[in-house]
């Protein structure tokens, strides 16, 4: 069974800065497109970021020039670094990691809770 690992939620300021990191099992790592999603009570999960498996990155128009996606390939972990937040960011943000090859490889980490708020 494959299992993503999340970390890096919690209560943050408007305009402050927050990383989440998601470990990911080594033998999917390299070859998934890896990626973040958030979702707000009563509403769709919603698109933030993918990390190609060439690295290459796509962001949501609603964060782009704020987020940045990356890859550590010695920890198998994908980040998500969050600058210049704002209170529409809060959310819980999940970790996922699909082979885009085939589609029912298609796995999600269990959520973090990232808030904006003063």
């Known amino acids: 069974q494959v299992q993503l690992v999340e970390s890096g939620g919690g209560l943050v300021q408007p305009g402050g800065s927050l990383r989440l990191s998601c470990e990911v099992p080594?033998?999917?790592?390299?070859?998934?497109?890896l990626g973040w999603y958030r979702q707000v009570p009563g509403k769709q999960r919603e698109f933030v970021a993918f990390?190609?498996?060439?690295?290459?990155?796509k962001y949501a128009d609603s964060v782009k020039d704020r987020f940045s996606i990356s890859r550590d390939t010695a920890k198998n972990t994908v980040y998500l670094q969050m600058n210049s937040v704002k209170v529409e960011d809060t959310a819980v943000y999940y970790c996922?990691?699909?082979?885009?090859?085939?589609?029912?490889?298609?796995?999600w980490g269990q959520g973090t809770q990232v808030t904006v708020s003063s």
């Open positions: 080594g033998t999917i790592f390299s070859i998934y497109r």
């Open positions: 990390s190609f498996s060439d690295g290459s990155p």
């Open positions: 996922n990691a699909r082979n885009i090859r085939d589609a029912r490889y298609d796995y």
